[in-house]
C-alpha cells in the first residue's frame, strides 16, 4: 500500500465503502479515503483495449468481454465491483483510459485545464469521487496552502484587461470562464499523491456545503503511460 501516512488534517481515513459514503465532511475534513491494497494487474486491461484517442471511457460492457489471465480478471472484478458499489450509492461513475488530457495553451492568462489545482462545482449536493488503478495519481493539496487565482493582485489586472476594464459583470465574467475555479499554490505547499488503489471521495463547491471544496489536480502522465481512473 502507498504510504499515506502524510500529515494533512484535511483528510479521513475510512476502511469500506460504507464509512466511504456515510461519513460526513465537517471543520477542515474535505477529504475521505477508503485505503486499499489492491490485487491484479491493471496493465493487462489497458493493454488489451485498443485506444485511438487521448482520452476514452471503458464500457462496462467492453470491459467484461475482454479475454484476461488469472491476475487479469482479479483486477477486471475490482473494477466491476467499484462501479456497482457507486451505481448503487446513486453515483454514475466511469472509467477512463488516459494518455492526456486537452491543454488550455490558448488562455492568456493562465490555463484552465484540470493539470491546474481546481474545485468542483455543483448546482445541487455533490461529491466527487475517483481511484486511480494504473499510472500517476491525482493530488489533493490543503485550502489553506493554496490562494484563488483571481484573487492574485497581478492575475486579477490581467484578467480585467481581458475584460476590456469594465466593472460592471466582472464577477460574472469569471465565473463564466471558469477562472474563479483554479488556484494557485504558495511557495511552501504540500501536495499529496492519492495514491493508486485507494478510492476517494472529494468535497465539491456546492450551495448546501459546510466544507470548503477539495483542491485536486490531474497528475503529468508519464510519456507511453496510460492512466487509468475512475471518476464520477
Keep these: 500500500m502507498q504510504d499515506l501516512s502524510h500529515p494533512l488534517n484535511q483528510i479521513q481515513y ?5 464509512d466511504l459514503v456515510s ?4 471543520g ?3 477529504a475521505i479515503c477508503w485505503t486499499r491494497n489492491l490485487v491484479g494487474d491493471f496493465a493487462e486491461i489497458i493493454e488489451k483495449v485498443e485506444l485511438n484517442e487521448n482520452i476514452a471511457e471503458l464500457a462496462e460492457e467492453e470491459l467484461r468481454d475482454l479475454h484476461l489471465s488469472e491476475h487479469g480478471q482479479l483486477a477486471r472484478d475490482i473494477l466491476l465491483n467499484d462501479l456497482k458499489l457507486l451505481k448503487a450509492h ?9 494518455r492526456c488530457y486537452d491543454r488550455d495553451d490558448a488562455n ?4 484552465t485545464d484540470v493539470y491546474s489545482f ?13 481511484c486511480t488503478y494504473y499510472g500517476e495519481a491525482s493530488e489533493i493539496v490543503p485550502n489553506s496552502q493554496a490562494i484563488q487565482k483571481i484573487l492574485v ?17 466582472f464577477e460574472s465574467f469569471l465565473i463564466d470562464h471558469f477562472f474563479d475555479l483554479h488556484y494557485q ?8 499523491s492519492l495514491g493508486l488503489g485507494h478510492l476517494w471521495r472529494l468535497a465539491v463547491d456546492h450551495p448546501e456545503s459546510q466544507v470548503p471544496p477539495c483542491l485536486h489536480r490531474a497528475p503529468k502522465e508519464k510519456a507511453g503511460e496510460t492512466r487509468l481512473l475512475l471518476i464520477c
Design 14 to 18: 475510512v476502511t469500506n465503502f460504507s
Design 90 to 98: 446513486g453515483a454514475a461513475p466511469i472509467l477512463n483510459l488516459i
Design 28 to 30: 477542515d475534513i474535505n
Design 23 to 26: 461519513t460526513s465532511f465537517h
Design 118 to 130: 481546481h474545485v468542483d462545482r455543483s448546482p445541487v449536493p455533490s461529491d466527487t469521487f475517483l
Design 153 to 169: 493582485p497581478e492575475i486579477r489586472d490581467e484578467l480585467k484587461k481581458l475584460y476590456h476594464d469594465a466593472a460592471e459583470g
Design 108 to 111: 492568456p492568462i493562465f490555463p
Design 185 to 192: 499554490i504558495k511557495p511552501d505547499a504540500h501536495p499529496i
